[in-house]
């Protein structure tokens, strides 16, 4: 009796019996060495042809190729500014945390603790189920009660601490930009010998040009990049005139965050809800990694009802697909 056919030979490959299981007449040397018969090679041809148009209609049908459009991505954690829910947080911190967290947000940028201590900040989070990687301060204390702000930020868990606003005295000159960027250099390389790392939130200002040059573009130059990384406001750099992925293309890796609010356009720049106006989201995200974007908080400076805003901020960004 010819011993049965095993799987492997469809493919013009025995693995010998202790994987298929069958006798296999491949498995002895006698076999593999004696010449094969027309009529065998015949068969093993039409095994071969019959396995690879299996093959490729498996692939075919998957999406898998060469030619396959890649799967689509979306944002799995989206955080909020709470700047935008202030005035409901100084009524309810608790309750408005947990209001946030039943939209969907997973994280939360700070801009002050409302009165409260970094611990009892840090259990309000824990209660809530959020994560606040980041927190925004104030220049001055940068200059005066660094040590302490680190501390701070290690007892509430953020692991970015950003500069959000340069005085309108120290940005009147290009030095004065250059000035800036020589403490965030030095701030910044105090918070990493800590462990946390320094940023510098934008507005539009710094997109105005300034003695032949765009202050914003000074900054990314003298800002060490070991030491000092970048927010990258996307509403305001919008009404600055300028293109975000630009700046991606030109500065790789330097914005590993985003304040995602969006704009109804020139000449006015009314600032609405993220997915309302003229920003590029699709685009934006879809060079995430170029940019080195890990954190994105949807943000509005004067929302006429603030959950309402984010929450539609926050369910347009959860279905966008790029």
Same mark, same amino acid.
């Given at each position: 009796?010819?011993?049965?056919?095993?799987?492997?030979?469809?493919?013009?490959?025995?693995?010998?019996?202790?994987?298929?299981?069958?006798?296999?007449?491949?498995?002895?040397?006698?076999? %593999?060495?004696?010449?094969?018969?027309?009529?065998?090679?015949?068969?093993?041809?039409?095994?071969?042809?019959?396995?690879?148009?299996?093959?490729?209609?498996?692939?075919?049908?998957? &999406?898998?190729?060469?030619?396959?459009?890649?799967?689509?991505?979306?944002?799995?954690?989206?955080?909020?500014?709470?700047?935008?829910?202030?005035?409901?947080?100084? @009524?309810?911190?608790?309750?408005?945390?947990? @209001?946030?967290?039943?939209?969907?947000? @997973?994280?939360?940028?700070?801009? #002050?603790?409302?009165?409260?201590?970094?611990?009892? *900040?840090?259990?309000?989070?824990?209660?809530?189920?959020?994560?606040?990687?980041?927190?925004?301060?104030? %220049?001055?204390?940068?200059?005066?009660?660094?040590?302490? *702000?680190?501390?701070?930020?290690?007892?509430? #868990?953020?692991?970015?601490?950003? *500069? &959000?606003?340069?005085?309108?005295?120290?940005? &009147?000159?290009?030095?004065?930009?250059?000035?800036?960027?020589?403490?965030?250099?030095?701030?910044?390389?105090?918070?990493?010998?800590?462990?946390?790392?320094?940023?510098?939130?934008?507005?539009?200002?710094?997109?105005?040009?300034?003695?032949?040059?765009?202050?914003?573009?000074?900054?990314?130059?003298?800002?060490?990049?070991?030491?000092?990384?970048?927010?990258?406001?996307?509403?305001?750099?919008?009404?600055?005139?300028?293109?975000?992925?630009?700046?991606?293309?030109?500065?790789?890796?330097?914005?590993?965050?985003?304040?995602?609010?969006?704009?109804? &356009?020139?000449?006015?720049?009314?600032?609405?809800? *993220?997915?309302?106006?003229? %920003?590029?989201?699709?685009? %934006?995200?879809?060079?995430?990694?170029?940019?080195?974007?890990?954190?994105?908080?949807?943000?509005?400076?004067?929302?006429?009802?603030?959950?309402?805003?984010?929450?539609?901020?926050?369910?347009?960004? @959860?279905?966008?697909?790029?």
């Amino acid at each position: 009796m010819a011993a049965r056919r095993c799987g492997c030979q469809r493919v013009g490959r025995c693995l010998g019996s202790t994987v298929c299981g069958a006798a296999c007449p491949t498995s002895s040397p006698a076999s %593999i060495l004696a010449p094969m018969t027309p009529m065998a090679e015949q068969a093993l041809t039409a095994g071969r042809r019959r396995f690879l148009a299996t093959l490729a209609a498996v692939a075919a049908a998957s &999406g898998v190729g060469a030619r396959a459009a890649p799967a689509a991505t979306r944002l799995t954690r989206i955080g909020v500014q709470l700047y935008t829910v202030r005035d409901l947080l100084q @009524r309810d911190f608790e309750g408005t945390l947990a @209001r946030l967290a039943a939209i969907g947000f @997973r994280e939360v940028e700070f801009l #002050g603790y409302y009165g409260r201590s970094p611990q009892a *900040v840090r259990a309000a989070l824990d209660t809530a189920g959020l994560d606040a990687p980041s927190a925004q301060v104030p %220049i001055e204390a940068a200059r005066t009660d660094w040590p302490r *702000v680190l501390e701070a930020a290690h007892l509430t #868990g953020h692991k970015y601490l950003v *500069v &959000g606003w340069l005085p309108e005295q120290e940005r &009147g000159t290009l030095d004065g930009y250059r000035a800036a960027a020589d403490l965030f250099n030095r701030a910044g390389e105090q918070a990493r010998s800590a462990g946390i790392r320094f940023a510098y939130h934008n507005h539009d200002f710094e997109f105005a040009r300034m003695e032949g040059r765009i202050p914003y573009d000074v900054l990314l130059e003298r800002c060490d990049p070991r030491h000092v990384a970048f927010e990258m406001d996307l509403y305001w750099i919008t009404k600055g005139g300028q293109d975000p992925l630009a700046y991606f293309a030109r500065w790789p890796g330097r914005f590993p965050m985003v304040h995602a609010k969006d704009s109804a &356009g020139p000449p006015a720049h009314r600032m609405v809800e *993220v997915g309302a106006g003229i %920003i590029p989201w699709r685009a %934006i995200f879809a060079r995430r990694e170029q940019a080195g974007i890990q954190h994105c908080f949807v943000e509005h400076d004067q929302p006429a009802d603030p959950l309402a805003s984010v929450r539609a901020s926050y369910a347009y960004l @959860r279905h966008l697909e790029f």
